[in-house]
């Protein structure tokens, strides 16, 4: 956590209404940092133009889109982003050869293929389910504004022989899966009876962090199909965080900003 990440990570959740210098301060008061270091993170911020003192003590993103929160914001369609599964796998193949400065580019773009359940299977050889609702274009666009090289193609819709089938569903693990859904049940379920009792600091602090677990885990899930995981209890975890975030909606809202459209939660860092 540093100050000029938490001042993002709020904005981003308020949007083009933007929020107070009041309640920037009282967040990094939260996380530990002083007024004078988060102002002198706001001044920088604002010189470099990523945010903008829109009016008398209030800031806002500069309205620049932002491919990350677009799809971490994603997590809220639930089962509606996939579609039945035919059998078929997603491909991503990359080229074989990368020059040795290009290692950061290397690990944004596998950032963007992992963050959409690919799996290595090969060098320069990733794979996935092929039952996602989004269309070929709009993921291979999705992937690319989140890193994915240009040298990286996609292919959708690839038919397998049976041994590959088996050998490409190994590549997942369902329990694991299924035992991070069942903790972050577990740990919003206990936070919620608990939560109208906490001042309301100590509210706000455990509904980032919770709340902010349980949407990395639904925004990165691989949302297997239904053949290979019973889908239930990953809807059970969306339902329950969307009346997670309404309550932690209420707990962050701004006198002057009112609520945010989301709980103010860390960014996932592309790595």
């Not at 996935?128 to 989140?146: G, I, K, M, T, V």
């Not at 490409?168 to 694991?176: C, G, K, L, S, T």
Request: proline share 5%; hydrophobic share 45%.
């Amino acid at each position: 956590m540093k100050p000029a990440n938490i001042i993002l990570d709020l904005l981003r959740t308020y949007a083009e209404r933007g929020t107070s210098v009041r309640n920037i301060m009282a967040t990094g008061a939260m996380f530990g940092f002083s007024e004078n270091q988060m102002r002198v993170n706001l001044s920088r911020l604002a010189a470099r133009q990523i945010i903008e003192n829109f009016s008398r003590g209030c800031y806002r993103l500069n309205g620049a889109t932002d491919p990350l929160n677009e799809f971490i914001e994603d997590w809220r369609l639930g089962e509606a982003r996939v579609r039945p599964w035919r059998k078929t796998w997603l491909l991503a193949f990359a080229a074989a050869d990368s020059a040795p400065d290009q290692t950061a580019a290397i690990d944004r773009s596998n950032w963007a293929l992992g963050s959409h359940g690919f799996r290595a299977v090969a060098p320069h050889c990733w794979i996935r389910p092929d039952n996602l609702a989004l269309s070929h274009d709009d993921l291979e666009q999705r992937l690319q504004h989140l890193g994915l090289s240009m040298d990286t193609g996609i292919a959708s819709n690839a038919h397998i022989s049976a041994l590959w089938q088996s050998k490409w569903r190994a590549q997942f693990d369902p329990q694991d899966i299924l035992q991070r859904y069942q903790e972050a049940l577990a740990a919003l379920t206990q936070s919620l009876n608990g939560l109208q009792q906490l001042p309301r600091p100590a509210a706000m602090k455990e509904t980032f962090n919770l709340g902010g677990q349980a949407i990395q885990l639904l925004a990165k899930d691989p949302l297997l199909p239904a053949e290979m995981l019973d889908p239930a209890t990953r809807a059970a975890l969306w339902q329950l965080m969307l009346d997670y975030d309404r309550q932690g909606r209420d707990i962050w809202a701004d006198a002057e900003a009112g609520k945010p459209r989301a709980i103010p939660t860390a960014q996932l860092a592309f790595h």
